[in-house]
């Protein structure tokens, strides 16, 4: 049986780990590799890095930050921001990251996704999605760190990145990023339906019932989440136990 992951994500932004609601409103969080190494001792699954403004600031992600942070840890380490080629991507694994993830550079030349897979191997591209639910009722797919809107549906963009090559989608819902107050679970399950790939869901958790609500009902094979963590408001130890006492498989 496949374990579900729990993911601390860093949110990077001039070296140091930040969290905002809804996107804005940033504020900081803390050092980057203090948190990393925590999270690792700790007995997170994976841990994410994500240079927010790479894209937007038309730069690279910070490696030699990227460095410092693998050498304190022992788990899958996937890293994203303002990756835009193979050598990019290179770089990054040289530098100690096992997976990259692309977003605004993949949804402006998909075959980029193409190229990293088949540099790579499909399971070291994550596609990330940031995404907001419309007064339509319908979920598209925003650039940039979320500052421009597209006229593209989530799950249209997915599958696309999916046959391009994407090996997993780390899904974030603006609508419900640092709200805590639960995880999209229609868009997310919409997904996990329809694609042969693992979908990480993010944007929302609070709770551990939210963690368990976005495995059972979402059917998320991941669940990442910053604040919570950050901030000391759950310990990963705890969650774990909380969802092995739901009959959540995940590792000790």
Known sequence: MLTKRIIPCLDIRDGRTVKGVNFENIRDAGDPV???????HEGADELVFLDITATNEKR????????????KINIPFTVGGGISSVDD?????????DKI???TAAYKDPSLVERLANEFGS???????????????????????????TDTKCSEWAAKAVEM????????SMNHDGTKKGFALDITRKLADALPVPI???????????????????KADAALAASI????????????????????AVRH
């Open 123 to 149: 399971q070291c591209v994550v596609l990330a999605i940031d995404t907001k639910q419309e007064e339509d009722g319908e979920w598209y797919v925003y650039l940039n760190g979320g500052r421009v809107k």
């Open 34 to 40: 203090e948190l990393g190494a925590l999270y690792a």
């Open 200 to 218: 990480i869901a993010s944007g929302g958790g609070g709770t551990m019932e939210h963690f368990t609500d976005v495995f059972e009902n979402g």
């Open 229 to 248: 963590f950050h901030y000391g408001e759950i310990a990963i130890p705890e969650l774990k136990k909380f969802l092995r006492a739901k009959n959540i």
């Open 60 to 71: 690279k992600t910070l490696s030699e930050l990227v460095n410092r942070i693998s050498h």
């Open 101 to 103: 993830s692309v977003n």
């Open 165 to 172: 090559g994407a090996g997993e989608i780390l899904l974030t």
């Open 89 to 97: 991507v290179r770089v990054l694994l040289n530098n100690g990251a």
